[in-house]
């Protein structure tokens, strides 16, 4: 568990937080960092670091919290076209999750892909319900559709992780655009 906190030091630290998570998680499995190891690389003290987290995995955790409500925030001040919402979705998508290519490259080798997606999908089972593309949809073919549209959108991050990045935000766009053209 985390605990949230606004104050400026504190997000400093957190922050602080993170960025050594994802420095020690490019060369230890998860399960092998521990709390010393984590505040000596953020350079903060254990008692900074118990007054926000219970654990190393509640930094992970924290992390998926941040960049998802970012990424929430951008999907809610987008405007869709109604004809056109998959792939507009899927490409701002695809162009905000590459620039947060440390966090998917983290999560991939901690073996904890899974968290994103749980958040995701809770995302998509309450905030999306308003958008009117899902107006026309039975509740059960609302579901499967938005599980199916972020397990879309997390296989296309896990290949491109898998295959060293390679692939321009250009690149992955014209992929997905492609996949979805041949479904209709």
Known sequence: MYR????????????????????????TKLEEITIQSLVQKAGVSRS???????????VLH?????KVNIFILQ?????YDKDDFPLSLMSSAIAYWTKEYRLIDALTHSDK???????????????????DIFEDLEEMEAHYIK????????TLL????????????EQLIAVMKRFLYMLT
């Open 113 to 131: 892909m899974h968290w994103l997606a749980d958040k995701l999908y809770e995302y998509t089972k309450t905030e999306m319900t308003h958008q």
């Open 48 to 58: 900074t670091f118990y007054r926000n987290y219970d654990s190393v995995e509640a």
């Open 62 to 66: 924290d992390m998926i919290d941040v």
């Open 4 to 27: 949230k906190n606004d104050d400026p030091r504190v997000v400093r630290s957190r922050e602080w937080i993170h960025e050594a998570l994802l420095q020690l998680i490019e060369h």
């Open 158 to 169: 896990l290949e491109w992780i898998k295959h060293g990045r390679k692939e321009s935000n």
């Open 75 to 79: 999907l809610d001040q987008a405007s």
């Open 147 to 154: 599980r199916m549209g972020h397990s879309m959108l997390l």
